[in-house]
């Protein structure tokens, strides 16, 4: 190049005239700015020259470009006015050694498709980002709301729940026990919702509902022309409609003993064969079992394979009877009226006092399931209002049906319509008084070992 003075200032003027546009030396100090960008940061020759650029232009991307001794072109920049420009940084080296950064923008005009091209692809970056942001968040969404199904603050469900927290995510497979309607069903659900699995399928088998000789087929598939009376095309079983997701194997203790080895080969190899199949499909199955038989017991009796039994019961859950957890049944009785009062149309507001000590003094064989239904019934009869004791006559009455004095009556005589009487009136003075024996005595005007007495002669359970 020349080193005619007038060309310099020839390229001086020209650098200066350029739209947006910044050039440095080789640690980042600024040579010059161009113009309008001295205007746009608005500073003066003496505040800009000489200072590193990300003191001047904070966001500035030339210390990269002179790290890398790369041109980084095409790029889009935000300028202090929040305008969008295509920014092209150039490496100036001259003999390989490194001079100094020229960076230049352009207005977004003269290259949209390009811009376009950015944008979408900072808006899929941001799209990215959030549905991530979304997934984390619905599903500690959804974990709570899994786990708020379960109605029920008392010491063993809180153990329960926390154990379902603890487990569930992993593939270990859960035993559930507990006598009929106690939730066992409930849980299960829990437990699949809040698993990696939750979006995958939960599959439901009650091997007690299906007669023996198709508990197979329905379990594991078969092939076509398997057997007489089978599809043409054969059928999938739920082994493989769950494949992916979680199998609920309900009333595992009816499996007969033949199935049971089959099922122990498929749980130990993760891999079925269809009846009447020699391919070998592969499983990627959670398995939780449940069960309101004692599974101990029955393998006493021979009819239970012990092998089995240790295989499902990896992580076990007992549901205890509701009688044993009577502190749930404020919060049972309120979930249940809400949900009978939004079916049914009605306004049934609470239940009363004495309705509850009813509550705490019934057996519940039914346990929750048994609750449900009772409160059904009472909230339909009364429509609206405050559910008494009245409201739960029938449960007197299933009471005193339970008990041996019955069993034992001579159903024609006067003396055991007397004693029917006596003994309702029994277990409603001490439903009433909370199982208060004096109280209860005073309530029926008797002494207290007549009382007890009568208590004991007419078998009522306390
Ligand atoms: N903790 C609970 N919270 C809310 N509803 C419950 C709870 N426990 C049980 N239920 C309700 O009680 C009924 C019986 O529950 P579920 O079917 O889960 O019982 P189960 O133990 O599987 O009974 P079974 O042994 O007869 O099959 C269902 O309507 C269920 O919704
Ligand atoms: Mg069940």
Same mark, same amino acid.
């Given at each position: 190049?020349?080193?005619?003075?007038?060309?310099?200032?020839?390229?001086?003027?020209?650098?200066?005239? *350029?739209?947006?546009?910044?050039?440095?030396?080789?640690?980042?100090?600024?040579? *010059?700015?161009?113009?309008?960008?001295?205007?746009? %940061?608005?500073?003066?020759?003496?505040?800009?020259?000489?200072?590193?650029?990300?003191?001047?232009?904070?966001?500035?991307? #030339?210390?990269?470009?002179?790290? /890398?001794?790369?041109?980084?072109?095409?790029? *889009?920049?935000?300028?202090?006015?929040?305008?969008?420009?295509?920014?092209?940084?150039?490496?100036?080296?001259?003999?390989?050694?490194?001079?100094?950064?020229?960076?230049?923008?352009?207005?977004?005009?003269?290259?949209?498709?390009?811009?376009?091209?950015?944008?979408?692809?900072?808006?899929?970056?941001?799209?990215?980002?959030?549905?991530?942001?979304?997934?984390?968040?619905?599903?500690?969404?959804?974990?709570?709301?899994?786990?708020?199904?379960?109605?029920?603050? /008392?010491?063993?469900?809180?153990?329960?729940?926390?154990?379902?927290?603890?487990?569930?995510?992993?593939?270990?497979?859960?035993?559930?026990?507990?006598?009929?309607?106690?939730?066992?069903?409930?849980?299960?659900?829990?437990?699949?919702? %809040?698993?990696?699995?939750?979006?995958?399928?939960?599959?439901?088998?009650?091997?007690?509902?299906?007669?023996?000789?198709?508990?197979?087929?329905?379990?594991?598939?078969?092939?076509?022309?398997?057997?007489?009376?089978?599809?043409?095309?054969?059928?999938?079983?739920?082994?493989?409609?769950?494949?992916?997701?979680?199998?609920?194997?309900?009333?595992?203790?009816?499996?007969?003993?033949?199935?049971?080895?089959?099922? *122990?080969?498929?749980?130990?190899?993760?891999?079925?064969?269809?009846?009447?199949?020699?391919?070998?499909?592969?499983?990627?199955?959670?398995?939780?079992?449940?069960?309101?038989?004692?599974?101990?017991?029955?393998?006493?009796?021979?009819?239970?394979?012990?092998?089995?039994?240790?295989?499902?019961?990896?992580?076990?859950?007992?549901?205890?009877?509701?009688?044993?957890? %009577?502190?749930?049944?404020?919060?049972?009785? !309120?979930?249940?009226?809400?949900?009978?009062?939004?079916?049914?149309?009605?306004?049934?507001?609470?239940?009363?006092?004495?309705?509850? /000590?009813?509550?705490?003094?019934?057996?519940?064989?039914?346990?929750?399931?048994?609750? !449900?239904?009772?409160?059904?019934?009472?909230?339909? /009869?009364?429509?609206?209002?405050?559910?008494? #004791?009245?409201?739960?006559?029938?449960?007197?009455?299933?009471?005193?049906?339970?008990?041996?004095?019955?069993?034992?009556?001579?159903?024609?005589?006067?003396?055991?319509?007397?004693?029917?009487?006596?003994?309702?009136?029994?277990?409603?003075?001490?439903?009433?008084?909370?199982?208060?024996?004096?109280?209860?005595?005073?309530?029926? !005007?008797?002494?207290?070992?007549?009382?007890?007495?009568?208590?004991?002669?007419?078998?009522?359970?306390?």
């Amino acid at each position: 190049m020349s080193s005619d003075p007038h060309q310099y200032t020839f390229l001086y003027k020209v650098l200066k005239s *350029l739209y947006y546009a910044v050039i440095t030396d080789n640690e980042g100090r600024i040579i *010059l700015l161009s113009k309008n960008y001295q205007e746009l %940061l608005g500073v003066t020759d003496e505040e800009y020259i000489g200072k590193h650029v990300r003191d001047i232009i904070p966001n500035s991307e #030339i210390p990269h470009v002179l790290e /890398s001794r790369k041109e980084d072109t095409g790029h *889009l920049f935000t300028l202090k006015d929040g305008k969008t420009v295509v920014c092209n940084r150039i490496p100036i080296i001259d003999n390989g050694k490194l001079l100094g950064v020229i960076s230049s923008a352009t207005f977004y005009k003269l290259d949209e498709v390009s811009i376009l091209n950015q944008q979408i692809k900072k808006l899929q970056e941001e799209n990215l980002k959030y549905k991530k942001q979304i997934s984390e968040l619905s599903s500690t969404f959804n974990q709570k709301d899994s786990l708020k199904k379960i109605i029920g603050d /008392s010491l063993p469900i809180m153990a329960i729940k926390e154990t379902i927290q603890r487990f569930a995510e992993s593939d270990l497979t859960f035993l559930i026990t507990g006598d009929t309607g106690t939730g066992k069903e409930v849980f299960a659900n829990a437990i699949h919702e %809040l698993s990696k699995r939750r979006n995958k399928n939960f599959v439901k088998i009650n091997c007690a509902a299906i007669p023996k000789d198709l508990l197979e087929s329905e379990l594991f598939g078969y092939e076509p022309g398997s057997f007489s009376g089978a599809l043409k095309e054969g059928k999938v079983g739920k082994f493989e409609h769950a494949n992916g997701g979680t199998l609920l194997l309900d009333e595992i203790g009816e499996m007969p003993l033949s199935l049971q080895s089959k099922l *122990l080969r498929v749980l130990q190899e993760r891999e079925l064969e269809r009846v009447g199949g020699l391919k070998s499909i592969k499983l990627d199955v959670r398995i939780i079992c449940s069960t309101n038989q004692n599974i101990e017991k029955l393998i006493e009796k021979g009819e239970f394979r012990r092998d089995l039994f240790y295989r499902i019961n990896v992580v076990e859950i007992n549901i205890p009877a509701l009688r044993d957890r %009577l502190d749930d049944i404020p919060l049972l009785c !309120k979930h249940f009226i809400d949900k009978i009062n939004n079916k049914n149309g009605l306004g049934i507001t609470n239940i009363s006092n004495d309705a509850y /000590s009813l509550f705490y003094n019934y057996e519940w064989s039914g346990n929750v399931r048994e609750l !449900k239904h009772v409160l059904e019934r009472a909230c339909i /009869s009364a429509g609206s209002g405050q559910l008494n #004791i009245e409201h739960f006559d029938f449960l007197l009455s299933r009471m005193y049906k339970n008990s041996d004095v019955k069993k034992n009556a001579d159903e024609g005589s006067l003396n055991d319509v007397t004693s029917e009487v006596e003994k309702e009136k029994i277990i409603r003075a001490l439903v009433e008084t909370n199982g208060n024996k004096s109280a209860a005595a005073k309530l029926l !005007k008797i002494d207290r070992s007549s009382l007890y007495n009568k208590i004991k002669r007419y078998n009522i359970e306390m």
